[in-house]
């Protein structure tokens, strides 16, 4: 009796264990997009100009998440988002200030040129 308890018990576990191991490979399970940083948009960084003031930049793309106090001039902001359980994909951008004005834009973002046509 004790044995055939134990070989139940052993089958159960080893199945669930076997299970959980492969659920990740199931095509029917949901998995949902995993979204970590900053949440950054093409319409957010077109609205970027050089020359913006500090607060104008924050207004646009929110506070930096990396904001180093040995580079005050220098704001990073990272994406990574992992869609769906599929491979894992971040992006970077990194703002750089003279004093309290936007210099300069680097990264895997970058503002369109405006295409405004004006009247005259």
């Known amino acids: 009796m004790k044995k055939h ?10 199945s669930l264990l ?11 399970v949901y998995k949902p ?10 319409e ?6 050089l020359g913006m003031t500090r607060q104008q930049v924050q207004f646009v793309l929110g506070s930096p998440p990396i904001a ?3 580079h005050t001039d220098r704001w990073d902001y990272v994406e990574a988002i992992k869609p769906g359980g599929k491979r894992l994909k971040s992006r970077r951008m ?5 004093g ?8 895997d973002w970058q503002p369109r040129p405006s295409t405004e046509q004006h009247d005259g």
């Open 5 to 14: 308890l134990f070989t139940c018990n052993l089958v159960i576990v080893g």
């Open 94 to 98: 990194t703002m750089f200030f003279e």
């Open 68 to 70: 180093d106090p040995f």
């Open 100 to 107: 309290n004005q936007l210099v300069a834009i680097e990264g």
């Open 18 to 28: 076997i299970g959980c191991s492969s659920l990740e490979q199931l095509p029917f």
């Open 44 to 49: 957010m960084v077109d609205q970027l100009k």
């Open 33 to 42: 997009d995993v979204h970590q940083g900053t949440i950054i948009t093409q």
